[in-house]
C-alpha cells in the first residue's frame, strides 16, 4: 500500500518505537529520510543508523534509538509541522527555538535539509517540516 506521507509515516514509525522501548526500528528508505536520521544522529538524539538498498533504489533503514538512563528515551516527542495539505514556510529569523533551545527544528532549504540552527547560522529559510524534543 502507498503511503501518502513518507515523512509522517517516518516520524510515526519512530514515535511509536520509542513508545515500545524498541531498541530500533526499520523505515523505507529514502534519500529524505537518509537526510532526516543523519540530522537525528548529529544532534544525538538517536545512536545510530543503517542503510541497506539493492540495485533497484529500494531498501531499508535501521534506525537504532538512544535512551538515557533508566531506559528513559532521548526523543521526547516528534511533530510534523509541514503536511501535504498546508505547507508551512518559514524565513531563517522565524525558524522555532524551543525547550531553551534544546528541541530541535527540521527544515527543508534551497541548500538542501539541515537543522533549524544550520539554517539560522547560513541565514536561509524553507519549509519547516518537523519539531523533534
Known amino acids: 500500500m502507498a503511503v501518502s506521507d513518507p515523512l509522517a509515516d517516518f ?3 519512530i514515535r511509536n518505537a520509542v513508545g515500545a522501548q524498541h531498541r530500533y526500528v526499520d523505515v523505507n528508505w529514502s534519500k529524505m529520510k537518509q537526510t532526516l536520521a ?3 544522529k548529529n544532534q544525538g538524539f538517536i545512536e545510530n543508523f543503517l542503510v541497506k538498498t539493492d540495485e533497484n533504489n529500494r531498501g531499508t533503514i535501521r534506525i537504532f534509538l538512544k535512551y538515557s538512563g533508566g531506559r528513559r528515551p532521548v526523543i521526547q516527542g516528534l511533530k510534523r509541522v ?3 495539505g498546508l505547507r508551512k514556510y ?3 529569523q522565524d525558524i522555532p527555538r524551543f525547550y531553551g533551545n534544546m528541541g530541535l527544528s527540521i527544515v ?3 541548500q538542501g535539509v ?8 547560513k541565514g536561509i529559510g524553507g ?3 518537523c519539531l523533534v524534543w
Do not use: D, F, H
Open 11 to 13: 516520524l510515526t514509525r
Open 38 to 40: 543523519e540530522i537525528l
Open 82 to 84: 509541514s503536511k501535504p
Open 90 to 92: 518559514v524565513a531563517s
Open 108 to 110: 527543508s532549504t534551497s
Open 114 to 121: 539541515m537543522a533549524g540552527n544550520e539554517a539560522l547560522q
Open 127 to 129: 519549509e519547516l517540516l
